[in-house]
């Protein structure tokens, strides 16, 4: 994370270097939470992530992610987002009437990150009278992490530049996450002091950039 250090107190497993990963673990999750209900349907997804510096696109039918991509957009969502989804639906042979539900990731992040990708999602949820999910990026790492390591106590983090930290905290309930804080942003000191708190100050994982 740029220009922020984690206090090394108190009893972790760092999981890092996920900053960058954060929209394919966002759209990845999206089309796994779709599949769950619909399984016997092969629902066709079309779900996409802009609260980062990266651009993340999939496409998925059913089990099978057809199209999966991440663009450096710099941060030009705008510019980038819906010529990139028109490309990525080429490639999968769909056409955008084909789709039967939008996914956006909804943060924490940039605002107008966000504000692109949640229009987007919402317009063409509207034009195609189709359903839209959103995934908040936090837990889409904390579903990772929890894949990674056995603690019961999951923190996933994400710079929110400024010296501070987007984070909270889930606790392994019956093979389920439970969110138990957050999310919220402050700086890494009081972050920690939080968790800590919040957690017992039990063994937990951490996972960010």
């Known amino acids: 994370m740029r220009g922020v250090r984690f206090p090394r107190k108190g009893r972790r497993k760092l999981l890092g270097g996920w900053g960058n990963r ?10 796994a939470r779709v599949r769950a209900p619909m399984a016997q349907t092969a629902p066709r997804i079309l779900a996409f992530d802009t609260s980062a510096q990266l651009t993340a696109l999939a496409v998925c039918v059913g089990e099978h992610v057809l199209v999966e991509e991440q663009v450096a957009s710099e941060g030009k969502h705008a510019e980038v987002l819906l010529p990139k989804l028109q490309q990525a639906l080429d490639r999968a042979g769909l056409a955008l009437s084909d789709v039967d539900v939008i ?4 943060g924490p992040g940039s605002f107008t990150g966000v504000r692109v990708g949640v229009a987007t999602a919402k317009g063409l949820g509207l034009a195609l009278q189709k359903p839209v999910i ?5 837990i889409a790492l904390a579903a990772e992490a929890a894949s990674l390591s056995a603690a019961e106590w999951i923190a996933p983090c994400l710079d929110a530049y400024k010296g501070e ?9 019956g093979g389920e996450l439970e969110l138990r804080v957050g999310p919220f942003h402050a700086a890494p000191a009081q972050v920690r002091e939080r968790l800590a708190a919040e957690s017992g100050g039990a063994p937990l994982a951490l996972i960010g950039p």
């Open 134 to 138: 959103a995934v908040v990026s936090l």
């Open 165 to 173: 930290l987007f984070a909270a905290l889930y606790a392994r309930r």
């Open 22 to 31: 954060t929209g394919w673990l966002v759209v990845r999750l999206i089309c």
């Open 103 to 106: 996914g956006v990731g909804v």
